[in-house]
């Protein structure tokens, strides 16, 4: 995935403003919430504009806004494990809420292929962090496949930006299922060499 890559580039391009705030005693926690609540505009503007791109420009700074409140935490030195659970659930709650933007869209233009692509986005995206919060519950970490959640956004962004929206949303549902599904090989593959691994050699102490 992209996401290890955009990350050195976010820190990068928002060095400045992730030290101005941490300096200033800004808690990450509350950059989580406000991140939240910055999706709500996205869904207002998918569901009233007639043009595509006020959507995609939102997007595009909520997803933005929603790299700041880690960058802070580690910045600041205050990561904590229940921040990265908020930061978690907010993730979902994010996704959703896009999801049903996209949902009240296709309402608006009376497209029914779009409404059904934007479902099968919804349970895409979350089985992809299902898979990788049910690994990590029996001490496996994966990250296989290409389509986490800043690589959705990214299509969907691109695809409000130039108007392409139904074929970003077609594109992003079938990567999602595609990650989830390489997750799960990626997982039996662990858990195959861990009990390798624990078996004893035959012969063994003979």
């Known amino acids: 995935m992209l996401t290890a890559s955009a990350r050195r580039l976010a820190g990068r391009c928002l060095g400045g403003a992730v030290r101005w705030l941490a300096q200033r005693g800004v808690g990450p926690n509350a950059l989580t919430v406000l991140g939240l ?3 709500v505009p996205v869904v207002w503007l998918l569901a009233v504009s007639t043009a595509s791109w006020p959507a995609g420009l939102a997007l ?3 997803s933005l806004f929603d790299a700041l409140d880690g960058m802070v935490a580690r910045a600041a030195h205050a990561e904590t494990p229940f921040g990265a ?3 978690s659930v907010t993730d979902r709650v994010s996704e959703a809420l896009v999801c049903l933007g996209l949902l009240l869209r296709a309402e608006q233009l009376g497209d029914w ?3 059904r692509w934007s479902i099968v986005l919804a349970a895409g995206s979350l089985l992809v962090s299902y898979t990788r919060a049910r690994a990590a519950g029996i001490d496996i970490d994966t990250q296989a496949g290409w ?3 800043l690589e959705r956004m990214v299509v969907l962004v691109g695809g409000l930006l130039v108007g392409w929206l139904g074929p970003a949303v077609v ?3 079938v990567g999602a299922w595609l990650t989830a599904a390489a997750r799960v090989v990626d997982v039996r593959r662990q858990s195959v060499a861990r009990v390798a691994e624990a078996r004893p050699v035959a012969g063994a102490g003979a």
């Open 37 to 39: 609540a910055l999706h």
């Open 60 to 62: 595009a700074a909520a």
């Open 85 to 87: 659970f908020l930061d």
């Open 113 to 115: 292929t779009l409404a």
């Open 147 to 149: 389509f986490g959640r």
């Open 171 to 173: 594109v992003t549902a």
